[in-house]
């Protein structure tokens, strides 16, 4: 078992690789270094940085008798400050300072109009004595833990049915001390599933900016059943073997905005849901008009982004542009199967850049993992409209492994503009495809036949959506506290 990340941790790539990797990183830090620049700015003795609203009260965890020693729980400290706080939730809201140190705590709920900030060197640690972590029901559109048929550890960082929701800082830590988790689950020793680092359900208004989140127990940042959010400049590293330690998932949400981040990890750095099976098909909300911009990952063993597998209530105008990804297992994976009806449909795909990849595209219609044994084998999933242009690749392994259902075709898939540069011990077969049906316009090397080249004047014919979604239009404020 690779024990956790920390700074001095990187994966391991190939020298070819790494002088790579130093020219995109370096390019991609650089920009995100510009993004803290202006978000966040500290002054002798005030604060300064951006965001989605501003606070009129503003403490910090010190206030609350919290000790940043490392060892002392401050579970207590957490949850006081942040009830203290909630008063203000009618009078300009209320910000929580962590200053620098090492925070240890269980979990702890957030309360609405509320800002959570850490300093550069602050680390919110999560206690490793599992017994202290509350157990909650599994989420309604799931019906079943993703660890065992019961419920489900409550995450590090909770909140349900609030407005108005602020985590952001200058790029301060959460650290979520996995290993404990991961070896417990790879043992089958866990009787509730693990929890996230962040979760929050039924809630309007995020925000979760210039923050890094590490060795989380399974998922990083899950809002579900929620709208409006903004994820922006977020840092995410696991050990690229680490169980389930997906980046950010957007799980029935609408109107999110993903930009500016950088994830490694054990699984996929985003991965798009809405419930499992009868318990998706039954509750019924989708993930829609979702924006995924400026993404670096790097992921061995899954995908930069993937949709699905649990996608029972459907995906629908997802939007993914400026993607770089490393030593990745592929580009974008759709994952779906018999029994989890749903669709995921208008997915539209530009400007990756991709090295040392397995596939580049992958789509799964064979995908098990289901709930439980009530699952309807008439339910049948709908892909449809899936579009990908402007890309270009090298070293990989497998142009495309595109697999549809029997009697369920995956229709309107279109590619455009794709160089896919084989590494040396390719298959000798790049494409394989069954059960789909689509079109391609300047694709190296030549796709399979059921994706036929429409010749070079249809290079554009694949579409990307040209207006705005509300998300865009979202103006940052600028903020200015007093700090000691």
Known sequence: MQCCYNTKTIPHLHTRDMIWLFVVVA??????????????????????????????????????????????????????AVNTLSQYGLDGGAQLYVPAGQWLTGSFNLTSHFTLFLHKDATILASQDINTWPVIDPLPSYGHGRDAAGGRYISLIFGTNLTDVIITGENGTIDGQGLLWWQKFHGKKLKYTRPYLFEILY???????????????????????????????ITILAPIQSPNTDGINPDSCSNTRIEDSYIVSGDDCVAVKSGWDEYGISYGMPTQHLIIKRLTCISPYSAAIALGSEMSGGIQDVRAEDIVAINTESAVRIKTGVGRGGFVKDIFVKGMTLHTMKWVFWITGNYGSHADTHWDPKAIPVIQNINYKDIVAENVTMAARLEGISGDTFTGICISNATIGMRVKAKKVPWTCSDVEGVTSGVVPKPCDLLPDQGPEKIEMCTFPQEKLAIENIELKKCSYVVS
């Not at 002054?43 to 403490?59: D, F, K, P, V």
């Not at 309007?204 to 709208?227: E, R």
Request: with cysteine.
């Open 27 to 80: 390019t991609v830090v650089g920009s995100m270094s510009q993004v803290e620049g202006r978000n966040v700015k500290f002054i002798e003795g005030s604060l300064e940085y951006t965001a989605i609203n501003c606070r009129s009260h503003s403490a910090s965890i010190t206030d609350f008798e919290g000790v940043g020693d490392g060892k002392t729980l401050n579970t207590r400290a957490f949850q006081e």
């Open 203 to 233: 809630s309007d208004t995020i925000q979760v900016s210039n923050v890094t989140f590490l060795n989380s127990p399974s998922w990083n940042v899950h809002p579900v059943y929620s709208s409006n959010i903004l994820l922006q400049g």
